[in-house]
């Protein structure tokens, strides 16, 4: 078991699927799905989205979005097929762009700061979740069903938006800033992107 980990060390393949998959399951644990918004569209995850966004931080813009589009489409289908969202175009829509956009988080990270340093992944996570916030508004005012007037529409998105979308990002910031979880992600990072050497004491 030990040779096995060892030899998947740096396996950019491996470990992007696996983040992948463990995003996933974040996302479908019903437990951790208890949160509805006012207007029963939308749930606070597991921080399925923190998760999604660690594989672009890792591995770039490139795997960022694609695991972000990847990630939208396979959670709509199941969604539609379990019974949790309701098949219409603006929900497939949310799912695909608002996924997607959690690339950014890649997309920022490989844009070093003045210094040269890396931007760090609470920085990068917040831009990411601020655009898909921003999107899902969009979404939810301009696609509602029984519209009344734009600055009503705009509202119903945001009350809708900050009643999941909000809610797990400031689960996710609490996360973020516990010292514990920053060295568990850097430690993450590195046997994600570094091959196994005998200096190691560690898979």
Known sequence: MDKFWKKRRGNRLFWGMLLFVVALLAYFLQPIRMFETP????????????????IGYIYGPLWGFLSGFLFGGITYIADVLLGFSPFRFSEGLDYL?????????????????KDGTK???LFCYSCAAALRFAESVWIWSWFREDPVSPLNDLWYGVINCIGYLGIEYLLSLFLLLLPPTREVLSYIQRIATEKYTETYDFF
Do not use: D
Not at 39 to 54: A, D, N, Q
Not at 97 to 112: D, E, K, N
């Open 119 to 121: 931007r760090s992944l």
């Open 39 to 54: 207007y029963k569209v939308g749930e606070v995850t597991m921080f399925s989205m923190l998760i999604l966004c660690l």
């Open 97 to 113: 762009l608002g996924y997607t956009v959690m690339g950014v988080c890649g997309l920022l990270a490989v844009i070093p700061r």
